[in-house]
């Protein structure tokens, strides 16, 4: 209950719930498209730096097992996403696929908040997750698109990872974090002022702009909104835990399972629709994505990641 007070009257999730609050009201606040732009631009490469500094001398023995890992639990996340979509939701093959690809991926906002949670709980977690990250949104994408299609040529698959390894948020976490391992703390020193000591402000500015963009895709809720809701948000918690659990057995810190617990609960919004647009065209993409920003992003900012952190404290001591 204290770590979930705590996050509650953080900065990061009030200026979320703001956001929502400007929506509500209909109040004039926009952010422009690029201030929007060069906003998560600044946050995924400040993560990929920090990463990259933490990740120097890292074992390659147990980097190879965090991979194999995380490769295994993004295609049980989207196979199960698949099953329940089908069972609780009555959705047929291609909507369900479209599903598995969202829930099965992982959202970098989500990443960066838990990230902000469990440095702000003391709990700094392991520089490895940047690069599991991008990792672990390869299974969930290419499974998604197979089930949805009776056939998948190699083209296909051949896009979809290109998509993933050269998209924006790939290109700067992974960027990020070969140049933080190479600059090392002291280089990083000299960029540190304008990565890290203004991260928390621009966060701020990031989280109201989600929080009006979540206002928005919740209003597209119609009928059966409720099977959505719990779909939303206890399958996203199953994953959580089960990524806690998991995170714990591979040796990675109290902070580093309760990151790795919020990337498995998370579902993506922005990779995902890119290639579920691509690969199923007549799939309902909208809906994923009101379910994804409008319900399962606001249920771990404010409940989940409180509850991964304690869960894994538990495990841990």
């Not at 960066?112 to 299974?139: H, K």
Request: hydrophobic share 55%; proline share 3%.
């Amino acid at each position: 209950m204290e770590l979930l007070l705590t996050n509650l009257t953080s900065a990061v999730v009030l200026a979320f719930v703001l956001g929502i609050v400007a929506r509500a009201v209909r109040s004039d606040l926009v952010i422009p498209d690029q201030i929007q732009t060069y906003l998560s631009i600044f946050l995924l490469l400040a993560i990929g730096l920090k990463g990259g500094v933490a990740l120097r001398g890292q074992d390659p023995g147990s980097l190879a097992l965090l991979l194999v890992m995380t490769l295994a639990a993004g295609a049980f996340t989207a196979f199960s996403a698949y099953a329940v979509a089908r069972f609780l939701l009555g959705d047929i093959r291609r909507e369900a696929a479209a599903m598995a690809a969202h829930y099965g991926s992982v959202s970098a906002v989500t990443f960066i908040a838990a990230s902000q949670f469990a440095e702000r709980s003391g709990q700094t977690p392991d520089g490895v997750l940047v690069a599991l990250l991008v990792v672990l949104e390869v299974p969930a994408l290419l499974i998604g698109l197979a089930l949805g299609r009776s056939t998948q040529s190699d083209a296909a698959s051949h896009h979809t990872l290109k998509e993933v390894f050269t998209g924006k948020t790939a290109i700067l976490l992974l960027g990020g974090l070969a140049i933080g391992a190479i600059s090392g703390p002291d280089g990083i020193k000299k960029v540190d002022a304008m990565y890290f000591a203004l991260f928390q402000g621009v966060l701020m500015l990031f989280m109201l702009d989600m929080g009006m963009t979540a206002a928005g895709r919740l209003a597209e809720l119609r009928r059966g909104w409720w099977k959505l809701a719990v779909f939303s948000t206890a399958l996203p918690l199953a994953h959580g835990v089960l990524g806690v659990f998991i995170a714990d057995a591979c040796g990675l810190s109290i902070g580093g399972a309760t990151v790795f617990g919020a990337m498995l609960s998370s579902a993506s919004y922005i990779a995902a629709p890119a290639a579920v647009r691509a690969g199923l065209p007549e799939a309902d993409v909208g809906r994923c994505i009101t379910a994804a920003l409008g319900l399962t992003f606001p249920f771990n900012l404010a409940i989940g990641i409180p509850l991964y952190a304690s869960l894994a404290q538990r495990i841990a001591g």
